[in-house]
């Protein structure tokens, strides 16, 4: 019994310690070549900032990455990174996560969600997720923002978040993610864990070679028919 026992605890260890190694961080992206494709979507181009005073801002090193893709075909990342701000008075973490989205040719990019999945608050302090997706670099004067998330926790529970429709299908687009965290007074903590970001749409229905080759003789007795 106690031999079953250890080969079952050494299993579990096996288990996690898989788990663990599985784990991909920003920077292990960044380093294997830049971009990783799941169903329809490729990210690529990603690019961390961060700050802080007096808390954890994590690096592109200490943010992992999860993602699924669900019957759909809309795909979810999941940021895990304990971003920290307190317990001193004032002390203020900032960071800012950008990426490239690009779609096969078989789909349309149409929608996106951000959600905070894990998160808390200890005495006067408040977190803010701002998710913007561009047209273009938003590096570049010209990029024009198509959809935004703001979501906001603490000072008065003004909690704000919903899924926005791009004002048109995007076969490419940039995303942008600032995490704001903040203490009030000594004594406060604010930590936000993880939040996910989600990207849906439609796929591109083509027609079959038949049925293009329908198309194309209606086309040509229907040009006979006006030259006659």
């Known amino acids: 019994m106690y031999r079953k026992c250890t080969m079952f605890g050494i299993l579990i260890l ?34 961390v900032q961060a700050s802080a005073i007096g808390g954890i801002s994590p690096g592109a090193d200490r943010i992992d990455l999860h993602f699924s893709e669900d019957e759909t075909g809309a795909v979810t990342l999941e940021f895990h990174g304990a971003w920290s701000a307190g317990p001193l008075d004032w002390s203020v973490i900032t960071s800012n996560i950008g990426y490239k989205v690009t779609v096969d040719e078989e789909y349309i990019a149409e929608t996106s969600e951000a959600a905070v999945i894990s998160s808390s608050l200890i005495g006067d302090a408040f977190y803010l997720l701002d998710v913007g997706i561009f047209n273009d670099d938003p590096a570049d004067p010209s990029a024009e923002m198509v959809a935004e998330h703001l979501l906001q926790e603490g000072l008065g529970d003004d909690v704000t978040g919903d899924s926005r429709v791009f004002t048109m299908p995007l076969q490419e687009f940039y995303v942008n993610t600032s995490l704001y965290l903040r ?45 006659r």
């Open 183 to 227: 203490t009030e007074e000594d004594g406060a903590v604010v930590v936000l864990s993880q939040f996910a970001q989600t990207f849906g749409g439609t796929v591109v229905q083509t027609p079959e070679p038949a049925c293009l080759s329908l198309l194309a003789a209606g086309g040509v007795l229907i040009s006979l028919k006006r030259f």
């Open 14 to 47: 096996m288990n996690l310690m898989s788990m663990a190694a599985s784990a991909t961080t920003i920077q292990e992206i960044i380093d294997g070549g830049g971009s990783f494709t799941v169903g329809h979507f490729t990210f690529s181009d990603f690019v």
